[in-house]
């Protein structure tokens, strides 16, 4: 299995800046690819980032330019750094790991989620 822990939530004026940390343990392959989803109040969850196991980016048009994922392999540490944060973008900010599982399926690993507030 594999653990994912969130850090770094909190409040911030619309404009300001956040960084997102998600701590990684346990059954760690390197085929393992990680994301950022949010869900706001009243609406569903939805991917804000993801960053391959090669290392390549994507992101919610919304969002692009503005924030920044970034895996540190050695740490097993995935960051979010979010600049420029609009009103929109409050919501409560999960990490996810897509990790291959012996039989061949990838599985889905969550964390607790942290909040972020913008106002």
């Known amino acids: 299995d594999v653990q994912l822990v969130e850090s770094g939530g909190g409040s911030v004026r619309a404009g300001g800046s956040l960084r997102l940390s998600c701590s990684a343990s346990?059954?760690?392959?390197?085929?393992?690819?990680f994301s950022w989803y949010r869900q706001a109040a009243g609406k569903e969850r939805e991917r804000v980032s993801l960053?391959?196991?090669?290392?390549?980016?994507e992101y919610l048009e919304s969002v692009k330019g503005r924030f920044t994922i970034s895996h540190d392999n050695d740490r097993n540490t995935l960051t979010l750094q979010m600049n420029s944060l609009k009103i929109q973008g409050t919501a409560v900010y999960y990490c996810?790991?897509?990790?291959?599982?012996?039989?061949?399926?990838?599985?889905?690993?969550w964390g607790q989620g942290t909040q972020v507030t913008v106002s």
């Open positions: 960053i391959w196991s090669d290392g390549n980016t």
């Open positions: 346990g059954s760690i392959s390197s085929r393992c690819y």
């Open positions: 996810a790991a897509d990790c291959p599982t012996s039989s061949g399926w990838e599985r889905r690993y």
